[in-house]
């Protein structure tokens, strides 16, 4: 091929793609923006099955400190993990609970508060590459309409941080 | 295939606003203690011994064991003895049992477990059981907790494994 022609086939793939950017509808993401403390973090929002407040947290030995328990979740247990204590080791006073929708680990968040439901286009979500230890639990980001970055959540990493710490 | 309900009978022990299960069938008796509060130092959880027909059995303080390990105090009574054959416990457990020193005397065949005195037989649907969520299964089962019952929505009972429990003490008396 001469560079004629691939010039040729260049400007295809450009005209090609960029038709592809006009027809392609965009995607809409929902996150679920909590509070814990007074930082905020997100999740999709397709991974929580429901938030429940006030429920007694029972205890159960053995475990690492941030799981903080169980709770009692229409006659089923789910486990409760205080993510301040994993990122912060200190324990968050809160009684707000984020059941994931995940019925396999049956599992649940403890935080402070839920901020709000945000839409965000597929394409302003960013995901990160490669992480730092601080960024062990972190998959991406989210901007607000001030510009403030919100940190995603990356569940099955926490969860195989709990697998690792309980040696299952 | 269903598997068919079934109900069985399981000692409730109330301590400290917690609440546990036995399986009736881990224990073969039980029994008033009239040393029902610790008397000094003791080796830790090696309480006491004490007569059961005319066999000297080592009694081991389970009531606080339970308190240390669930993280709360209790001050009710303790007066009751649950006695465990040891040849219904695992080989571990008999294994240490036979490997105490200093204990001529003490029975080989049974092992005694303070316990609160509020305690009761009830018989227990097995389907009101749960094992414990999937993340803390396997560690839970490795420290002896089989499971628990919602008794209400306030209110959890632990099943309790009383031969994993047991070796739990014993390896830290040796």
């Known amino acids: 091929m001469n560079n004629e022609d691939i010039f040729e086939s260049l400007q295809q793939n450009v005209d090609e793609g960029s038709r592809g950017e006009e027809e392609r509808p965009k995607k809409i993401v929902k996150f679920l923006v909590f509070l814990m403390g007074d930082r905020r973090f997100t999740v999709y929002a397709d991974l929580i099955r429901e938030i429940v407040l006030d429920l007694p947290l029972f205890y159960v030995p053995f475990v690492p400190s941030y799981v903080r328990g169980f709770i009692n979740r229409h006659g089923e247990p789910y486990t409760v993990l205080d993510l301040n204590v994993l990122f912060n080791q200190q324990l968050l006073e809160s009684s707000t609970f984020l059941i994931l929708s995940d019925t396999t680990n049956q599992a649940s968040f403890l935080i402070s508060d839920v901020a709000e439901i945000m839409k965000i286009d597929e394409e302003n979500i960013h995901m990160i590459t490669s992480r730092s230890e601080r960024q062990q639990f972190v998959m991406g980001s989210i901007t607000d309409l001030e510009g403030k970055e919100i940190l995603i959540l990356d569940i099955p990493e926490i969860f195989k941080r709990l697998g690792k710490d309980v040696g299952s | ?174």
């Not at chain 2, 959880?45 to 993280?71: E, P």
């Not at chain 2, 036979?98 to 092992?111: A, T």
């Not at chain 2, 389907?127 to 803390?136: A, D, G, I, K, N």
């Open chain 2, 1 to 174: 295939m269903s598997v068919p309900d079934s109900a069985q009978d399981f000692l409730v022990m109330e301590c400290g606003g917690l609440s546990f299960l036995v399986n009736r069938n881990q224990f073969d008796s039980s029994l008033y203690i009239q040393n029902g509060t610790p008397e000094g130092e003791k080796t830790r959880y090696a309480f006491d011994t004490i007569d059961y027909g005319g066999k000297t059995l080592l009694l081991l303080d389970f009531f606080s064991h339970l308190q240390l390990l669930f993280n709360y105090r209790s001050t009710e009574s303790a007066h009751l003895a649950l006695v465990v054959s040891v040849s219904d416990l695992s080989r571990k457990v008999s294994d240490i049992i036979h490997s105490l020193k200093g204990n001529g005397e003490i029975s080989k065949e049974y092992i005694a477990l303070r316990v609160t005195s509020q305690s009761s037989i009830e018989h227990i649907q097995i389907s009101s059981l749960r094992p414990l969520p999937r993340l803390l299964r396997e560690i839970g089962l490795d420290g002896g907790i089989l499971g628990l019952r919602f008794v209400a929505t306030h209110q959890v009972q632990y099943f309790i494994d009383l031969d994993k429990m047991i070796a739990r003490m014993m390896e830290g008396m040796l």
